[in-house]
């Protein structure tokens, strides 16, 4: 269900939840009781518990904490270069 901000005359801002086909105009106001407006932001449509959220939650830690190696992956097979009898691949550059 999407989250809609409020906010009221005293300057009071909450967020409520309301289906789409039943958000108010107005409601009353949590803290102070007072009628309470529906402000415009941008739409909270994610909820915390799903498996989207946590994987971009992990991408993002992981850009800050990025995992140490300490050593080098095992692979069955090694790799080999090719070699090429062309001659003007002779004239490029090596790594």
Do not use: W
Not at 12 to 22: S, V
Not at 34 to 55: D, K, M, N, Q
Not at 71 to 80: C, D, H, M, N, V
């Amino acid at each position: 269900m999407p989250t809609y901000s409020f906010r009221c005359e005293a300057g009071c801002l909450f967020d409520a939840t309301f289906r789409m086909a039943e958000v108010p105009a107005q409601t009353v106001c949590r803290e102070c009781g007072a009628e309470a407006t529906r402000v415009i932001t941008t739409p909270h449509l994610s909820a915390a518990g799903t498996s989207a959220f946590r994987v971009i939650d992990s991408a993002a830690r992981s850009a800050h904490e990025p995992p140490v190696v300490t050593s080098l992956p095992k692979s069955g097979r090694t790799r080999t270069q090719r070699v090429t009898h062309n001659p003007l691949h002779a004239k490029l550059p090596r790594p």
